[in-house]
């Protein structure tokens, strides 16, 4: 069996008022209509899933290697 590569995701607040996802990597805020990347563990993380059940947030796509790496360089930042 082959290893699979995880990619992350663009995400988007599909609802009309802000949104926050209390995930164990970091917290996420997102007003109407904004659009953030998530690292491939975050697509895992059980708050953000519960969030994506609720629609509050949706997946838009999945992120290109360089869209994951520019993530983690800019998170590694902090």
Do not use: C, H, Y
């Amino acid at each position: 069996m082959s290893d699979r590569i995880r990619r992350g995701m663009l995400i988007k607040n599909s609802g009309s008022e802000a949104v926050e996802v209390s995930m164990s990597s970091r917290p996420l805020r997102l007003d109407p209509g904004e659009e953030s990347f998530i690292t491939p563990e975050e697509v895992r993380d059980p708050t953000l899933r519960r969030a994506l059940q609720e629609r509050s947030i949706a997946i838009v796509r999945p992120a290109t290697p360089a869209e994951d790496e520019a993530l983690r360089e800019r998170l590694d930042e902090r």
